[in-house]
């Protein structure tokens, strides 16, 4: 599929105004919990290197977008870095970065479903969990749309 396609297809179960404005605050939430949960996971590696389940993941995910798109992917990949340094200064500033992550996590997820309900329709994850990274993607091709760039 097209970066478009993703697009028209997450955008399917996403016309509701107060469903999309919901997504706007939750979606940039709910990647930064993620990030700041796995980031929490150290890898053991053999050199004294450290290394996190974050890093790994978002190498994937960061490969992921530049498939479908490379301009697209400097963006989620700079916002990617941005939830990882908050996370960082989260926990060297001394609060517990899992129960605020965690937290944060599970309301900006009531959040999302309360979105879905008053659309009337299902998450679109619930048919392919790419949809899961499509989300930020989504939400930055507004932006892009709106700065006159194309993705």
């Known amino acids: 599929m097209t970066i478009q396609e993703w697009f028209d297809a997450y955008g399917e179960s996403h016309q509701n105004p107060t469903n999309k404005l919901i997504h706007w605050i939750c979606v940039p939430v709910i990647f930064f919990c993620v990030v700041a949960l796995l980031s929490l996971v150290p890898l053991p590696l053999p050199i004294s290197v450290e290394i996190n ?7 994937f ?57 008053i659309e009337g329709k299902k998450p679109s994850f619930l048919k392919d969990l790419q949809f899961l990274l499509i989300g930020p993607a989504w939400l930055l091709g507004f932006v892009y749309k709106n700065l006159g760039i194309n993705y």
């Open 53 to 59: 389940l974050a890093q790994v993941v978002l190498v």
């Open 61 to 117: 995910a960061s490969l992921f977008y530049i498939k479908l798109s490379w301009k697209l992917a400097i963006s989620t990949i700079l916002f990617a870095l941005a939830c990882l340094s908050l996370a960082e200064y989260i926990s060297e500033a001394g609060y517990n970065l899992f129960v605020i992550a965690f937290s944060a996590f599970v309301l900006a997820w009531i959040g999302q479903f309360y979105g879905h309900r």
